[in-house]
């Protein structure tokens, strides 16, 4: 987000909370001139409709994937604002597919995708969680990718 004042990109989000009426109120800083300001967001009602994997139908809910995300995160010390954030990604990531009906597989992978960039231990446990590890090999794969992620120097933890 661009700076309101000096127009400068690099800025920061102080406090994030909900409001009553469902909308994102960000406090902002600006990392140039240090200004503040505060952004409200909307939530764009999505009318997405979750494939599941029994091939039944369900409306898509955010709060099922911030749930989702709490609990694999529980006790890692990352914040609710980064997991509010990461379900933001998740939501944009499924808006930008255009699609009105949507298999619960892609939204379980991009669900990981923001897992492992917060929190390894935390990737491992939703993964396992999520797709149950039908197939072991499906299970050593995951613990392959994130080890040599690690070896290659990656950085799992990104900031934020
Ligand atoms: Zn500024």
Not at 3 to 26: A, F, G, H, M, Q
Not at 52 to 72: C, F, P, S, V
């Amino acid at each position: 987000m661009k700076c309101p004042y000096c127009l400068k990109d690099k800025t920061k989000v102080l406090e994030s909370r909900r409001t009553p009426d469902n909308e994102i109120r960000r406090r902002r800083e600006c990392l140039t001139c240090q200004k503040r300001w505060t952004t409200y967001e909307k939530i764009v009602k999505t009318e997405i409709t979750i494939i599941k994997r029994d091939g039944t139908y369900e409306a898509y809910n955010r709060d099922k994937i911030l749930k989702g995300l709490q609990l694999a995160l529980e006790k890692r010390g990352i914040s609710n604002e980064r997991i509010e954030r990461a379900v933001d990604k998740v939501e944009s990531k499924l808006l930008a597919l255009n699609k009105t009906e949507i298999k619960s597989r892609i939204v379980g992978e991009f669900v990981m995708d923001g897992l492992k960039s917060m929190d390894e231990v935390a990737y491992v446990r939703f993964a396992s969680v999520y797709q149950k590890f039908k197939d072991p090999t499906q299970f050593l794969k995951t613990i392959t990718e994130l080890k040599r992620g690690i070896k290659n120097g990656t950085k799992v933890a990104a900031k934020a």
